[in-house]
C-alpha cells in the first residue's frame, strides 16, 4: 500500500508549497491593498485568518491530482489485465489440440507405468508444481500419505524425484531454439 508521501510525487509538492506562498501573499496583498496603512499586527492576523483557507485549497487541489492519478493508474491496471486475460484465451484456444494431446499422452504413460488413480492424481500435482504439503490439502490426505504415493510414482517412472518426473515430460517440449543453443554456446 502507498503512503501518501509515495503517492504525491516531487513536482506536485513543489506546486502545493508554491501555491500556498502564493496564495498566502495574494490574501496579505489584498490586505494591503484594501487597508494600506494596516499595521503588522493587521498583516499577521490576515496571516492567521488567510492561512487555512488556503491550506484547505491546496490541499483539495493536490487530492484532486492524487485521484485523477489513481485513477489513471487503475484504468492501466484494468486495461492490462484485460489484455493479458485475452491473450491468455487466444492462447489456450490455439494450443487446445496439443494441450488435449499431451494430456492423452501422459495419461499414456501413466498407463504404461501402471499407476494407481491416486497415484496419477498425485503425479499430475506434482506436475502442476504443487507441494507435497500442498497436494495433501488438495487430496484431503496427510502429508505422509502423499509423500508415500509420490515415492511409488518416482518409483514406478525410474526418477528420482519431482524434477526427473517434470523432465520426463517436458525435456522434448522445451526444445531449444537456435537463439538459446547460440547464447548457451557463447557463455
Known amino acids: ?15 502545493a508549497v508554491v501555491a500556498i506562498i502564493v496564495g498566502i501573499a495574494l490574501a496579505i496583498g489584498l490586505e494591503l491593498i484594501d487597508e494600506p496603512d494596516a499595521t503588522a499586527a493587521d498583516l499577521l492576523l490576515e496571516l492567521v485568518e488567510t492561512t487555512p483557507a488556503v491550506l484547505t485549497s491546496v490541499g483539495v487541489a493536490v487530492l484532486a491530482l492524487v485521484s485523477k492519478r489513481q485513477r489513471e493508474e487503475h484504468l492501466q491496471i484494468v486495461h492490462d489485465l484485460e489484455i493479458a486475460r485475452l491473450q491468455g ?3 489456450r484456444a490455439e494450443s487446445r489440440n496439443l494441450l488435449n494431446g499431451l494430456g492423452k ?9 501402471k499407476l494407481t488413480e ?9 506436475l502442476k508444481g504443487l ?3 500442498e497436494a495433501a490439502v488438495v487430496r484431503g490426505s496427510t502429508e505422509r500419505t502423499v ?7 518416482y518409483a514406478k517412472a525410474g526418477v528420482t524425484g519431482r524434477a526427473g518426473l517434470s523432465a520426463f515430460f517436458l525435456e522434448d517440449l522445451l526444445v531449444p531454439t537456435p537463439v538459446d543453443i547460440d547464447e548457451h554456446a557463447s557463455q
Open 131 to 133: 507441494s507435497i504439503k
Open 105 to 113: 499422452a501422459i495419461d499414456e504413460q501413466f498407463s504404461r507405468w
Open 1 to 15: 500500500m502507498s503512503t501518501w508521501s509515495e503517492m504525491i510525487d516531487v513536482r506536485t509538492r513543489l506546486w
Open 147 to 153: 509423500r508415500e504415493q509420490a515415492r511409488s510414482v
Open 118 to 126: 491416486a497415484e496419477r492424481d498425485i503425479a499430475l500435482l506434482l
Open 89 to 91: 484465451q487466444r492462447w
